[in-house]
């Protein structure tokens, strides 16, 4: 069961001094606009009024645009307006993602002032070429000075990075999985990049500029993220774009499954099992792994359980409490 919860807030495009070539926030979101603070506050008490009971806690989350970057006064008022819910027991604070280049130790204390716990970055990548191409308009320097005022502040540190992006490669991706790791984030969210219309990255792709990796490269990748964060002990709160319809009908290219996240779950399971597999004999093997990770490790269409038979190792499944999320022991 679920135990905490955002309620978020989206701000589509607010406070960026520039489109990235990627970028249809409207889209992602699913919001047209930003919201004034009565609607803020509208969002707020709707949400806590309906939020299921096995929710325990909530974080206000205003998301979608550079927080920190949109005008001083619209951005307190946004804050102001939603003061009064933090009184709710159930309520963890606020969180809000924007860019690193709009990151000082004046903002972060008056974040603080009024309950900000969480600060997460779009650093997108830790390669200088990678941004300047994608026309992000800020350095990975800034990235990691902001995150070192973020902790500094005593807020908790998020990185939001991409994968497939104009210009990158997958090696060029893990080596900013890696220096995203070095700056001590307390969570990640890995966006696989998808291609909207209207965007400098779809001119791109019409002129075949760009390649888009597969579902199955983003998932080998994805997995490879994730098992590194996961081993660095920063929590991967989101994998793949959260689904709208606007997202679903209206993509033109890329990656893009309602499910990326399982997908790469089960492919660090599977790497696991056949790891261990594979010093030895061919002969049947029983997977033994979390509760509730059951289907993760028989793999969509049974295509683990298929990948472990060809490798010698025909398996079974089965769940222990006794292991954690992610683990895999084969017997």
Known sequence: MKHCANIPIFVPHAGCPNACIFCDQRTISGAQAAPGP???AGLCRSALAGLPAGIKTVEIA???GSFTAIPRGQMVALLEAVQ???ADPRAAGIRVSTRPDAIDPQVLALLRRYGVAAVELGVQSMDDTVLDKNRRGHTAAQTAEASRLIRGA???LGHQIMLGMYGDTPEGFLRTVEASIALRPATARIYPVTVLPGTGLEQLWRRG???????????ELGAQALRRYTAAGVRVIRMGLHATPELETRRVAGVYHPAFRELCESRVLLDAA???VSERPAGPCTAVVAVGARSKMTGQRRCNLAALQQAGHPAAVREDARLGYLQVIVE
């Open 38 to 40: 009565a609607q803020a």
């Open 62 to 64: 205003f998301f979608g």
């Open 84 to 86: 009064p819910f933090l």
């Open 154 to 156: 005593g807020l908790e």
């Open 209 to 219: 500029a760009y390649q888009p990796p597969t579902l199955a490269e983003a998932v």
């Open 274 to 276: 056949l790891e261990q």
